[in-house]
């Protein structure tokens, strides 16, 4: 049974929409509308930080870090987006960074996607990641671990990778990252320094793409 250790430190701000708008850039989503964005400052390389996984081209013109929540509906459909993105884009450098912020099943399914990055082998994660979004209903801790022994990892060493101290640490630091990023909707992305809440569709993030390899910001 995974057990959630996580508690008060959860700050229950993010969203699965765009919150009120704001922007520092005049960004355009796929619907016409503003989409909300701001400047931020990284404490440091977010690869390096734990639970991060990198996808596409480790050394990539173009760096996306994506924070997303297993239980989010744009999140879903970004997957799907981005992971077309990737396959046509190879200089684009993904950062997945779970941000597990929408309730106790979002927790329970983190714990279990954190054990698979480093239980599993690259191939095997980002294959758990795009089945948790590719599945309906909501993602807890039993799914996520139906998932993974779907793609053979061992139930028992998940289990107690997944409930351990490093774990709940790892998220812990991760969210409070989110947070203090300003990060009040799912999927947020950051580019540069450039923060961007909430999915603008995949046309509008192929373009944040496309501005930020040519001229180094989110839109040129």
Not at 80 to 104: A, C, K
Not at 134 to 151: K, Y
Request: aromatic fraction near 6%.
């Amino acid at each position: 049974m995974l057990v959630v250790l996580f508690g008060p430190i959860t700050p229950g701000v993010a969203q699965s929409s765009n919150p009120e708008t704001q922007w520092d850039y005049p960004q355009l989503g796929d619907d016409g509308q503003h989409v909300s964005n701001h400047t931020v400052k990284l404490p440091g390389p977010l690869d390096r930080l734990p639970g991060v996984v990198v996808i596409g081209n480790r050394s990539g013109k173009v760096t996306v870090a994506e924070f997303y929540d297993l239980n989010c509906p744009y999140c879903r459909q970004a997957a799907t987006d981005i992971g077309e993105l990737i396959s046509r884009d190879h200089e684009l450098r993904l950062l997945l960074v779970p941000y597990p912020v929408l309730g106790i099943a979002s927790i329970t399914a983190t714990r279990v996607e954190l054990a698979v990055g480093k239980l599993g082998t690259l191939e095997q994660f980002y294959a758990f990641h795009r089945r948790m979004f590719a599945r309906r209903g909501t993602n807890d801790g039993a799914r996520a671990l139906d998932v993974a022994q779907s793609l053979g990892l061992d139930k028992r060493r998940l289990l107690a990778l997944a409930d351990s101290d490093e774990i709940t640490e790892t998220m812990k630091t991760l969210v409070r990252l989110g947070t203090a990023l300003g990060l009040q909707a799912t999927p947020s992305f950051v580019v540069g320094n450039a923060a961007i809440l909430g999915y603008p569709g995949p046309r509008s993030l192929a373009a944040i793409v496309t501005a930020a390899a040519t001229c180094g910001k989110v839109i040129c």
